[in-house]
């Protein structure tokens, strides 16, 4: 298999796919010349040129409408953002109209919505949490990749869609590296992975924090605690059947995310968990998450706001302690 | 120079418009629409002039407002009433109601309860119509409600600077809710501010359908032949509130009467046509019995027909489509 | 004859309190004229004609509950009787 980076895996995805269906586009800022802020795109331009990569004014709500419409019309648009946090100004149009067209008028609309996002630095406006807002709104679906493989799978699977997705790549991973599959390789929603095995304590997270749980069990191996890592993929659809059949048979379990931990989605995840589990669990299902406040520019202050891998690693041992 | 026939079937569609219109609004006040209605009384010749001008394969997004546009796009009133009455087999399966009025084999994409969510659809409609190398137009209806909305301007702008296939149409009843226009807009010129993006815009009379119909066809050509979006402010009028049951006072019983009496767009074209001894008091009245008795049908077939089973109230959020291991 | 009924105005309510009756059965009523006030849950509301005539049976008494939709009086037109 080939080793490329996160965001040359969404290239390679989308590559693929645009060569077999001439109805695929992208729009987005900045994405001829240097491919995009994260440089998802770069290089597509001069392969598929100008009408297929497409540079858009700073008009998010127009942006995100022309997808919608020409979804519905049967073409299969990317609607790049760059940063999630612009998906802002264009919350009409994913939450009351891209979201609720097939419920309202039976319509298939194959829209992706594409952005970065995750804790990083660049202040507060650039450093917002999606997951539980999108999550939360019927008729979208959401990923949230950790590794290439998954970005390149879980497109392809997007793109050959009728619904619309919001697909969140995290900032730190942009040139993290991994392998990817061929072209006949797709990631169903709603399907997790285990990450790294274990049998003690049970870590459901996504996205960068994968990364971090992932750390974090390495060093409480050394101390004797096997601590298997689960990574979603996906947050809607959830997949609750691998979640509740491991957290069944680990018994302790953690829910992580760094999200503020009021209102995260991981509040949705361990409350089910609880009510689905209670009687056969060893110890209550704890969560791990970001302290409420916006994200600061000093990078002391980003790190004091999210969660780090000594909070994992004390989480570890209190779910243990039970 | 419209045909005979066409000059008949504007007649002929502009009273059916008003007699559901009418109809359902007696309905709604009954307590036979949840969520109420937006009648469009007054304003039958702007949906008409527009639609006979285009063909079947243009795309078309509207407003909350809509029921007019819906019937002139040749949707059937039956499926519309049912709709209202969120029946089942309502054109959106009682789950859109009135203002979410969609017939996608007629490519009507739909009414929207969102102020100029509908014109912004139709530019990406129009981008596709561009993506896919489709031999057609996009219609976006706004009303004047939405002519100081970001997404609006964001939106000409975008067709303009692609040189998309739109043609804006602004349903221009003067009153966005109870707000008139003048007293929100700055510069007041909705013409003059869509040429300042760069768009071909002009304004018409939008109680004579003949005027709508011709700067309609214009315009299409104008945009096939590569010209760019354009744009036309067709100036009407609604006789009813905002909304079925709307107590306003900020119009006044003399504006209200003077479009009613001297500017009824029905009442014109047929003085037009009698004028031109074109139809016969005869023919009118054979039309306006059709219309009653088709709009008697829709009732009919709205009140028999089942509301939706409450066991598929999950149905249809998503297509499951992306679950499928592929 | 015109039936005169609670309109539907909107968002729920589908009780609404006759509060009082304006006119009597008896009177005369110009087009436009109230005759009779109700309460929604936000509001009180006037009832009024659409046309002129002369008060006739009324279907309910004051202080009562009436659903939205149903007739609560009819108004008989110049030369009418109520049968």
């Not at chain 1, 109805?23 to 392969?47: N, P, W, Y």
Request: hydrophobic fraction near 40%.
């Amino acid at each position: 298999m080939t080793v490329v980076t996160y965001s040359e895996a969404w290239r390679s995805g989308l590559r693929e796919e645009m060569n077999k269906d001439s109805s695929i586009f992208v729009m987005g800022t900045d994405l001829q010349e240097r491919g995009g802020h994260f440089s998802q795109v770069k290089g597509l331009a001069e392969e598929f040129g100008p009408e297929r990569i497409r540079d858009t004014p700073i008009s998010e709500s127009a942006m995100v409408a022309a997808g919608v419409g020409s979804a519905m019309l049967g073409a299969r648009p990317i609607i790049d953002l760059n940063f999630m946090d612009f998906s802002y100004g264009a919350m009409d149009e994913i939450i009351n109209q891209a979201a609720k067209i097939r419920y309202m008028f039976g319509a298939d609309l194959p829209l992706i919505i594409r952005a970065t996002a995750g804790i990083a630095l660049f202040g507060p406006q650039h450093n917002n949490s999606f997951e539980s807002l999108f999550s939360a709104i019927p008729g979208l679906s959401v990923a949230v990749p950790y590794r290439p493989y998954d970005v390149k799978g879980l497109l392809k699977t997007s793109l050959r869609g009728s619904d619309p997705v919001i697909f969140i790549m995290h900032k730190k991973l942009t040139g993290a590296k991994g392998e990817i599959a061929g072209e006949d390789v797709f990631i169903p929603f709603g399907k997790a992975r285990i990450a790294a095995a274990g049998s003690d304590v049970l870590i459901v997270t996504y996205g960068y924090s994968v990364e971090v749980a992932s750390k974090a069990a390495e060093i409480m191996k050394a101390e004797g605690v096997s601590v298997e890592v689960m990574d979603l993929r996906t947050v809607y659809p959830i997949d609750y059947e691998m979640i509740l059949q491991r957290s069944g048979e680990i018994g302790r379990v953690i829910v992580a995310d760094e999200a503020p931990l009021f209102g995260s989605i991981t509040g949705e995840i361990a409350s089910t968990i609880s009510e689905k589990l209670y009687s056969s669990l060893k110890a209550p299902v704890l969560r791990i998450g970001a302290k409420r406040v916006p994200i600061g520019a000093n990078p002391q202050l980003v790190n004091a706001s999210i969660p780090n891998i000594e909070d994992y690693q004390a989480a570890i041992k209190k779910v243990l302690a039970f | 120079m419209t045909e005979l026939n066409q000059a008949k079937d504007f007649l002929s569609q502009m009273i059916l418009i008003r007699e559901f219109e009418t109809i359902a609004e007696g309905l709604t006040l009954r307590g036979k629409v949840p969520g109420g209605m937006h009648n469009s009384s007054g304003q039958e010749a702007v949906a008409v002039g527009v639609m006979a001008a285009l063909k079947d394969e243009d795309a078309i997004a509207s407003t909350h407002r809509s029921h007019h546009h819906s019937i002139a796009r040749g949707m059937s009133t039956q499926s519309m009433m049912a709709e209202l009455f969120t029946k089942s087999t309502g054109c959106s399966r009682g789950r859109g109601g009135s203002m979410h009025l969609v017939d996608l084999s007629r490519n009507y994409f739909g009414g929207n309860g969102i102020v100029g969510a509908g014109v912004s659809i139709a530019m990406g409609l129009a981008l596709g119509i561009h993506i896919l190398k489709k031999n057609a137009i996009a219609v976006g209806f706004m009303g004047d409600g939405a002519i100081n909305t970001g997404r609006t301007w964001e939106s000409i702008n975008m067709a303009v600077i692609w040189n998309l296939p739109l043609l804006i149409v602004i349903d221009n009843n003067q009153y966005a809710v109870e707000t008139f226009m003048d007293r929100v807009t700055g510069g007041r010129d909705f013409v003059a501010r869509a040429k300042s993006f760069g768009m071909s815009a002009e304004i018409v009379d939008g109680q004579n359908v003949e005027e709508v119909y011709e700067a309609t066809a214009r315009a299409r050509e104008r945009i096939l032949a590569g010209q760019g979006p354009q744009l036309i402010n067709a100036v009407t009028y609604r006789y009813f509130g905002h909304n079925v049951g709307e107590v306003g006072k900020y119009r006044t019983q003399e504006e209200i009467s003077d479009w009613k009496s001297n500017k009824d767009p029905i009442d014109n074209w047929i003085s037009h046509l009698l004028s031109k001894n074109l139809i016969t008091e005869d023919e009118i009245s054979a039309i306006r019995e059709s219309a009653k008795l088709e709009i008697v049908k829709a009732v009919e077939f709205a009140e028999a027909s089942p509301f939706p089973n409450t066991d598929t109230v999950a149905d249809d959020v998503d297509s499951g489509s992306l679950l499928r291991q592929l | 004859m015109e039936e005169i009924f609670v309109p539907a105005l909107g968002v729920s309510a589908e009780n609404v309190y006759l509060q009082k009756w304006l006119k009597a059965p008896g009177d005369s009523v110009q087009a436009g004229e109230a005759i009779a006030i109700i309460e929604t849950d936000k509001a009180e509301l006037e009832i009024t004609s659409n046309t002129s005539g002369i008060m006739g049976k009324q279907l309910f008494s004051e202080d009562t509950d009436v659903a939205v939709g149903i007739t609560i009086c009819v108004l008989l037109h110049e030369g009418e009787t109520e049968n």
